[in-house]
């Protein structure tokens, strides 16, 4: 081989082992058009990694503390290892995302600023930010705990969010946010001390699982988001528990609501949904249903709440079976001028009912009424609670019973049940708020 050849053979060799000019850094043994990894350890900047970083990279942070406010703005992947910290020190946003496809894992988050005209967040989701995942953070000492906007296929998963303590409710931000999603799933999040859980407003098809809620004013804050499902999640010590209002196509199914200063599960303006096998214990009023039509409640437990059913605002056209009510102070707070009927097919189950089977089939041979014209009078005028154990108030509520004319229209049950559905409904009897 000639000297000219050798030496064109050497360049070519030469030129093709050098990087190109501005490449970030290269994994051993990888080839450079692959997704690398960029170790951040203690005493570097997390943010600079995120510069070099191209779509499609890992950014791994070390164990430690890093005082920093981090965009980011291409499709990466933020991981902690070691659990680090990331503190904003009180200013703005923790972390900020403008951009799709971004995962952050096993942070903790923390020290947001508290403007909430600026809704400042521990990790705020810019609109557009597609495909966002956060899983498994800490979320602590944030105004709002994640704030989602205007994004679709998100996935918020396995987050513990604690809200500012030392702030009054109403200062406080809610622990998520969602606002304007499509397809968005929140699963196995535990949110404390926020102002609401979960604050839900007009999304399309989301699913809310797993979760647990408590010590908030509003465990679920949902509105306008249809076509959605909540199931399994559990809401308890806060002012109220599931607030789901005016929505459709809703499934509410396998939720624990306890210990709740109102409400259990709150059904406001909402139709042509599935409400079924809930536990309701212990809360100021278990269900509040107002305004709510062509829904179906079967198989919820309601016990040991002040009020078992507050059923308000013509909420009539409703299919409610198979549900045991037992030992609410009052079973059903209702005043309409006409009866609703439930239990139209299987009946359901009155702690106070007072009826007999005498041909053993289960369902009592007799009517079941919730109220009477005494619990109508009371309701009207809460000042006669003073009398309701007088000879005189009594002798009204029996005299009533026994003649029609004087009957109040009441919810009424012509196939009550003698024994509970729910056989383990000795577990919740007297779970009540601390």
């Known amino acids: 081989m000639s000297v000219l050849r050798l030496c064109a053979a050497a360049l070519a060799a030469f030129t093709t082992a050098l990087p190109a000019a501005g490449a970030a850094p290269v994994v051993a043994g990888a080839v450079s058009a692959r997704p690398h990894v960029l170790q951040v350890r203690q005493g570097e900047s997390i943010a600079a990694a995120i510069r070099l970083a191209r779509p499609g990279d890992t950014v791994q942070v070390r164990e430690g503390t890093y005082r920093e406010r981090l965009i980011i703005d291409k499709p990466i992947r933020l991981e902690g290892i070691g659990k680090p910290t990331i503190s904003a020190a009180y200013e703005g ?30 990790i705020y989701v810019m609109p557009g930010s597609d495909g966002i995942n956060i899983s498994n953070c800490d979320l602590v000492t944030n105004l709002f705990g994640i704030w989602l906007e205007q994004s679709r296929d998100a996935v ?9 303590r030392d702030l009054m409710s109403q200062m406080r931000g809610n622990g998520i946010q969602v606002y304007n999603t499509d397809d968005t799933q929140v ?44 199931e ?24 624990v609501a306890w210990g709740n200063e109102d409400h259990g599960i709150m059904l406001r303006t909402i139709q042509d949904s599935v409400i079924e096998n ?8 278990g269900f509040f249903i107002y305004d709510a039509e062509f829904n179906t409640l079967r198989g919820n437990l309601v016990i040991g709440n002040q009020t078992g059913v507050h059923l308000t605002a013509g909420s009539s056209n409703n299919a409610v079976d198979g549900n045991d009510f037992i030992n609410n102070a009052e079973q059903v707070k209702f005043v309409a001028s006409k009866d609703v009927e439930w239990g139209r097919s299987r009946g359901n189950y009155w702690s106070n009912y007072s009826g007999w089977d005498q041909d053993n089939d289960g369902q009592g041979d007799v009517l079941y009424q919730a109220n009477d014209v005494v619990d109508r009078l009371h309701w009207q005028y809460p000042l006669l609670k003073l009398l309701l154990s007088s000879p005189a108030v009594q002798t009204l509520r029996f005299v009533s019973r026994q003649f029609p004319l004087l ?28």
């Open 278 to 285: 809930n536990i309701v214990s212990g809360n100021g009023r």
């Open 93 to 122: 946003d923790v972390i900020r995302v403008k951009a799709k496809d971004v995962t952050i894992r096993g942070l903790i988050v923390r020290d947001s600023g508290i403007d909430l005209g600026a809704q400042n967040a521990g």
């Open 407 to 434: 009957r109040a229209p009441s919810v009424i049950d012509q196939h009550a049940r003698m024994q509970p559905w729910n056989t383990e409904w000795r577990k919740w009897h007297g779970r009540q708020a601390d």
């Open 232 to 255: 399994g999640n559990t809401v308890h010590q806060s002012r109220g528990g599931l607030a789901l209002m005016e929505v459709r196509n809703l499934t509410v199914r396998n939720n």
């Open 187 to 230: 699963i196995d999040n535990t949110v404390s001390y926020a102002r609401d859980g979960i604050y839900v407003d007009y999304s399309r098809r989301a699913t809310f699982r797993g979760n647990r809620v408590h010590h908030v004013r509003y465990g679920t804050h949902y509105m306008n988001t249809h076509d959605s499902i909540w």
């Open 156 to 164: 918020l998963q396995g987050n513990l969010i604690t809200g500012r």
